[in-house]
């Protein structure tokens, strides 16, 4: 038997290399479990805001604007988007989003990540909360390729305040979780120093990462959530995910709630009137994954 020209050999170590990277590409980052769940998933998310006085009482904002909640943003999404991450730079788009709650720019960088990267399957959203406390409700989808669920709600008023989920993953090898459930704390985005609920705007230069806002940290007097007395806040909201058995029908997106800006919250005809056109709804073409802006149906989902 002739053994092989150092050309070939060269050749089919090249080739062997190739596959392996390509099937590489594939696979999950390093650690992450892969998800083998067959059928599409559909949950219902549920937030429930527990900032109240008497859980909250230093500062505790009873007007212009009282203690509420911007509208909630989510999207499900694979391992390649993260919204937002712990010690870590918000984007242009999440900044504008805590600080303002104004969502146009957050929404454009969920759709790029969506056309380039594929990496995003759907955009869901709910209504505002008008006050610390009370619940707000979407419904979403999941496949196995998009597993991970992210979103984000803004603590109203505040300087760059809010709370979310980043990245929770609602497959478990080859099943869907039946339900999830995480108590929630506020996290400062840092983008703007102010210590207080109503502090004025004060851009934080260099931006910082996001940090967990604790009850002793920021360690300073003013602070709205300083209470030094106590070892750890207490949860200032809480998420609710329950897994939805699938009915004949199609599954459609919940429309992006758009939150409004200067801390006022928009009614539900104002909403309506400036969505028209603008709904992020996944399509399929051919095998590759498209986002188009449709007209939304209607808002079935109340605070």
């Known amino acids: ?31 992450e ?8 998933a559909k949950y219902s998310i549920t937030f429930t805001g527990k900032w109240s006085q008497t859980a909250f009482p230093k500062q505790y904002p009873m007007f212009r604007p009282p203690a509420q909640w911007s509208s909630l943003l989510g999207a499900a999404h694979s391992s390649d988007y993260s919204m937002w ?27 790029a990540a969506g ?8 955009v869901f959203s709910a209504p505002a909360v008008p006050s610390g406390t009370g619940q707000t409700s979407a419904e979403l989808e999941v496949q196995r390729r998009h597993s991970l669920v992210s979103f984000v709600v803004r603590i109203v008023p505040s300087p760059d305040w809010f709370v979310g989920v980043d990245s929770l993953d609602l497959c ?42 604790t009850s002793s940290s920021p360690s300073h007097p003013a602070n709205s959530f300083y209470y030094p007395r106590l070892k750890a806040l207490p949860p200032i909201a809480r998420v609710t995910l329950v897994r939805l058995r699938q009915s004949p029908r199609a599954f459609v997106p919940s429309a992006p709630v758009l939150p409004s800006r200067d801390n006022e919250i928009i009614d539900s005809a104002s909403v309506e009137s400036i969505l028209q056109g ?26």
């Open 1 to 31: 038997m002739e053994n092989p020209s150092p050309a070939a050999a060269l050749g089919r170590a090249l080739w062997a290399l190739l596959l392996a990277t390509l099937g590489a590409a594939g696979l999950p980052r390093g650690g």
């Open 33 to 40: 479990s892969v998800c083998s769940a067959r059928a599409p």
């Open 85 to 111: 991450r712990k010690n870590q730079y918000v984007s242009n788009g999440l900044r504008d989003f805590a600080e303002r709650g104004e969502a146009w720019a957050l929404m454009k960088e969920i759709e």
């Open 115 to 122: 056309e380039a990267l594929q990496s995003v399957h759907a």
């Open 172 to 213: 478990d090898g080859d099943r869907w979780r039946e339900q999830a459930a995480l108590d929630l704390y506020p996290y400062d985005a840092g983008t703007d120093s102010g210590f207080t609920f109503s502090s004025p705007n004060f851009a934080t230069i260099p931006q910082d990462t996001v940090t967990e806002i």
């Open 278 to 303: 603008h709904c992020l709804e996944e399509r399929m073409k051919g095998g590759s994954r498209q986002y188009m802006r449709d007209s939304v149906l209607s808002d079935t989902h109340h605070g």
